[in-house]
């Protein structure tokens, strides 16, 4: 799968990581203080309120963690297919996902829980979108599986045994661009506040644009 991905996807791959690494970082850094895009750290923390019998809070978890699960059925139900294919509607998905950090920038200055929630559903919305196009190669709102796939390589390479290049390239990539948008989110956040979520609206709005022109442009080819 890795060597039948076109170029363009790393540039995507590398752009949507830096909006989840801006969206993550917005959530930690809110009233909240709750990450939405790596749900182990979730689930561990639904599993301590469920075991102090903390109910308020096991509620909250368990809609921050519906909320990604729902933005993947999103994902599911525009995309339709787990193959890489010229004409899906990733444009669509993409401009849902700027509306609805836009929209959680709102609730997110109101005070309300549901702005937490509705940043969830966008990362949830962008990494099945990616893992989409990528046949679960690339996970770009979270970096556990690019550590990972680092670690395997690295002891392959110890062994002198042969090692996937652009699959080490795609990992350093991600884990790059995720890294670039909490430093840039953080010091966003200074100043800006919840407004810094209109950067990574701002770009998936962007990329459908640039995926629209690709598409038009890959279609005359073709007249």
């Known amino acids: ?112 829980k549901l702005g937490i929630y509705l940043a969830g559903l966008a990362c949830g919305l962008q990494n099945a979108m990616a893992t989409t196009f990528s046949g679960t190669v690339i996970r770009t709102s979270h970096v556990t599986g690019m550590f990972t796939d680092l670690g395997i390589y690295f002891g392959h390479l110890l062994r002198r045994a042969p090692i996937e290049r652009r699959r080490v390239i795609i990992s350093l990539t991600v884990i790059g661009g995720f890294v670039a948008g909490g430093v840039c989110g953080a010091l966003g956040f200074q100043p800006w506040g919840f407004s810094v979520l209109y950067v990574p609206a701002t770009l998936a709005a962007g990329l459908a644009l640039v995926y629209a022109v690709y598409r038009w442009h890959k279609a005359g080819q073709y007249d």
């Open 1 to 112: 799968m890795i060597s039948r991905l076109p170029r363009w996807v790393l540039m995507y791959a590398a752009l949507l990581a830096f909006m989840a690494g801006i969206i993550n970082i917005v959530g930690f850094l809110s009233f909240e203080h709750q990450a939405v895009t790596h749900l182990t750290g979730t689930t561990t923390l639904l599993s301590a309120a469920l075991a102090s019998g903390q109910s308020a809070m096991a509620m909250h978890l368990l809609v921050v963690l519906g909320s990604f699960f729902a933005g993947a059925a999103l994902s599911g139900l525009i995309i339709g297919d787990s193959t890489l294919r010229l004409g899906r509607r990733y444009g669509v998905a993409l401009l849902m996902e700027s509306a609805v950090l836009i929209l959680a920038v709102r609730y997110l200055q109101d005070g309300a």
